[in-house]
């Protein structure tokens, strides 16, 4: 018997509407190439969306047609989200910072129709739009005046191709089960995989990012999202502030500079924001380096990547941020986990209470996680027990586009982390599958390496990888790069990590590096690590 | 084109297992007949709703089957509210405060195969159970031991039930839009109308109520619901306490015992509590007639009814809580609107935030509103346009239980509420439209009339209905109940009303009264109040 409620699709066009009738008034602040501190609301924004659907009809976009992005994070931008996915269309948003190859790879592979590009990336598109044959029309995120001179054919403006239009378009009553997006997943192995998500698992997720011990954006937060709107919909930011009239900070170009952001941040009175380690590392830097305070920012969300522990330490004690360490990855739309406190760790000692939150927190109603050996059976959750993270839940990739067989296993995905899970819920990331290090038949964890490495006052990165060795099959590899003005040597960074970890866990050899190689959504790349020194071995 | 997301339901089924993976050891306090002070966990509540699953089975228990409770707030109900629900039956709270002609409608309407009783709804039972032909076994909510002498045939303990059974139950998995609950709006005209939940519309509340502008519930949340689990259950909190981890105080039959309510406020360390006005106000009296403080309370939710000004006054300025007006009703399952500030209320001087805060509040993502007029079309939002507030969403019915008709008016539910809608979203109900008062062609609020009446320092509640009237076809009177050792006349209580309301609204007479009559739900009786006063007139 079913229930007798109304059919309501949850649809991203359902959000606008509710983000129209509740919060248009609510501020969305950019930093663009062409203004430094451009003011808009969620109204104009959606009536400016409302030009770009009558556009793109008439540029001859249908159901399900793919319109790729290469921008930062701008009202513009987010145009795109909203006018693209609430007229049927697929928004496919790019990382501009992938390989020529894949660039190429991915937009042929979507069968992009057309492609709205920031300013900045048009060397890029001079480049490669010849190698984009689906692509029938390219657009530059800017203003009539501010086109630059262009060999790409019959590119246009932003501006200009909307400037004509009606502000008010009759958005259709789509399925919740329609594709909304689209992103591929940048593998260190192989071809990007697309992750094709649909109006419904856009707006469960953004529901339970709202929930209170997830992002808990309100409507009087402030929020900047310094990770791109290319990478996994800015963690679905985009979509949880409008929901709850939250006032929006888009740092554009200026992502990666910790002046710039630590500016947006006290002059735009952030309350929340959220990026990788990278990120924030630099900004702690800077901080102490320049001597200012972030004087509103009351939360950090760190994602990404494993949040180190001094980053962690350093955040609260010296600058009364708390830090919510979360995890996904985006083949999960990409929330899996938020680390907030739960009523068990009120009792915690300081010690126990930093340990628990350094852990990548639990997962909301909606992601079910389970451990799994190498024969798939499952494992005990009791916070010691480490094996395969699988998830399912309706915001979980089932397929990639285009793809014949199924992601899943058994009607879950495997993740690719090795993690534990204790009884509280609470699951710890030990590594990735790929990057565990065999030694002698046991397993050793290159993240936890990595943490008590960058626990070190000179240290400022630091990445452990494998390297092959004949009795012991593989020993671990450290590679630091140091803070400016500080040194350690080789023997003296070993040293550190006695009592710390068991001693044949502690790296075989030190090699010192000016910068690490990060890929292309921040993380650390050890493949490029691995190159580097199983050449050099 | 469908996106390639997982097909996940929206489930009790998978809710409970949420819970039971991260949340199991959060506990439940309960105030039961047997026990004062009953401490279980979720994981406790669901080995045994696996029991009662299989029970049930055991008797026949198919899916979309009716299984009724007439009970109040404490563990036992809360399993059957999951392991019901959670193997495909409908559980069907029934409110044992109605008139038995409409508990029999009720029961018969359903076609309850099983009803669960409190222990001190026996009385109740006996006299009725002759009228339950559907009803195969009824089950008495207490232990074996408790069991007390009664006619009715077969009855058993819940706790003999489900004594021999199994704790492990394989639950089936559910499509979302099945069946999950039933209940009755118990109307002042004509009869009862049921009001089906789907596992859908479930989930989708909880999600919604969760988030941070709603009832916000985080895992180190204490929650009290004082509002009964067999009113639109109980605003939620049923579901969305568990699926956040926080702790849940049951008050069983105590209450609308300010007593017993705040020992245990006070006892259990509740951070959040929700229920009626008239259920606070008591509470309020209580407190200052005994001098003593809520220690933990941070935060009320007040619906139902409208929350009296000097009520949310009170709470503030004695007491340090936050009373957030909320608004719903069984066919919205029920919330509507939760009265959280916004980012716009930041600038707004101290009355006028009140002002706001007294309003209904603003909608979630989930529910839409519109305004109406008598010919049905829209009216502007702005807040001053008052109108017929109609409403749609996925947590909305659109048909009652076995009705032929749907009760929708262009694909929008009539709520029955008159209101005004601000640009700001902020939605204030001025009136039921049966409520109105129609004097010399123009409407009177009957709302704010006892409002203001409230307000008065003796007043403890007022009610104002339409007294038919020769010359102004209609006119307001006074129904006041006045505070013990209080005293006011007549006169002297309506010339409170000058400059307060336009003239011709201050009401001809006042009527004193020892008491208030209410519904089964806690509002003051209007039918009550005017077959008693017509009937003077």
Redesign the interface.
């Known amino acids: 018997?079913?229930?007798?409620?109304?059919?309501?699709s949850?649809t991203v066009t359902?959000?606008m509407?509710?983000?129209e009738?509740?919060?248009?008034?609510?501020e969305v602040y950019s930093l663009t190439v062409e203004n430094p501190a451009h003011r808009t609301t969620y109204a104009e924004i959606f009536r400016r969306c409302a030009k770009l659907a009558n556009a793109l009809r008439r540029l001859g976009l249908t159901?399900?047609d793919r319109v790729a992005t290469m921008a930062w994070n701008d009202y513009r931008h987010m145009e795109l989200y909203y006018g693209i996915s609430s007229m049927g269309g697929?928004l496919h948003t790019i990382n501009p910072r992938l390989f020529p190859e894949q660039l190429q790879y991915i937009v042929n592979h979507a069968e992009d129709r057309f492609l709205f590009s920031d300013p900045l990336l048009l060397p890029l598109l001079e480049k490669l739009h010849g190698a984009f044959p689906t692509v029938e029309a390219h657009v530059l995120l800017c203003s009539r005046e501010a086109m630059p001179d262009s060999s790409v054919p019959g590119l246009i403006s932003y501006e200009e191709l909307i400037e004509g239009e009606s502000d008010s378009y009759d958005w259709p009553d789509l399925d919740e089960?329609?594709?909304?997006s689209l992103c591929y997943t940048s593998g260190t192995t192989g071809n990007p995989k697309g992750?094709?998500?649909?109006?419904?698992?856009t707006?469960?997720h953004?529901?339970?990012s709202?929930?209170?011990?997830l992002i808990?954006?309100?409507?009087?937060d402030s929020v900047l999202p310094v990770v791109p709107m290319f990478h996994a919909n800015a963690w679905g930011v985009v979509y949880s502030a409008p929901?709850?009239?939250?006032?929006l900070v888009l740092p554009g170009p200026k992502a990666g500079d910790p002046e710039a952001l630590v500016a947006m941040m006290n002059g735009e009175r952030v309350s929340k924001a959220l990026g990788v380690p990278t990120v924030w590392l630099g900004l702690l830097q800077y901080l102490e380096a320049s001597g200012k305070k972030l004087e509103t920012v009351t939360s950090l969300v760190v994602g990404g990547a494993a949040c180190p522990r001094s980053m962690m330490v350093d955040f609260a004690e010296r600058h009364g941020i708390h830090v919510y360490h979360a995890w996904g990855m985006t083949e999960m739309?990409p929330l899996g986990s938020v680390n907030?406190?739960?009523?068990?760790t009120?009792g915690l000692d300081p010690a126990a209470r930093l340990e628990q939150q350094l852990s990548q927190g639990?997962?909301p109603?909606?992601v079910?996680?389970r451990l799994v050996d190498d024969d798939g059976d499952e494992l005990p959750?009791d916070g010691k027990a480490v094996g395969r993270l699988q998830v399912?839940?309706?915001?979980?990739?089932?397929?990639?586009?285009r793809a014949e067989e199924s992601a899943?296993e058994d009607g879950w995905?495997d993740t690719g982390d090795v993690a534990s899970i204790d009884?509280?819920?609470f699951m710890r990331i030990t590594d990735r599958t790929k990057d565990l290090i065999k030694s002698g038949g046991e397993w050793i964890s290159s993240i936890e390496l990595e943490d008590v490495a960058m626990a070190h006052p000179a240290v400022a990165e630091a990445a452990v990888i494998a390297m092959p060795h004949e009795r012991w099959s593989e020993r671990p590899l450290l590679i630091a790069c140091l803070k400016e003005g500080e040194s350690v040597d080789a023997d003296a960074l070993l040293a550190w990590f006695e009592g710390k970890v068991a001693k044949w866990w502690i790296p075989d050899a030190v090699q010192f590096a000016d910068e690490l190689p990060h890929t292309a959504t921040g993380k650390v790349s050890k493949l490029k690590l691995r190159e580097r020194f199983a050449a050099a071995a």
Chains 1, 2 share one sequence.
């Open positions: 018997m079913k229930g007798l409620m109304m059919d309501y949850l359902s959000l509407r509710h983000v009738a509740q919060h248009g008034g609510s159901e399900g697929v089960n329609l594709a909304s992750v094709l998500f649909s109006h419904r698992s707006i469960l953004t529901y339970a709202g929930l209170a011990d808990s954006i309100n409507s009087t929901m709850a009239g939250a006032r739309s907030a406190p739960k009523v068990t009120a639990r997962a109603y909606g079910e996680m959750r399912r839940g309706p915001w979980v990739a089932n397929r990639y586009y899943l995905f009884s509280e819920g």
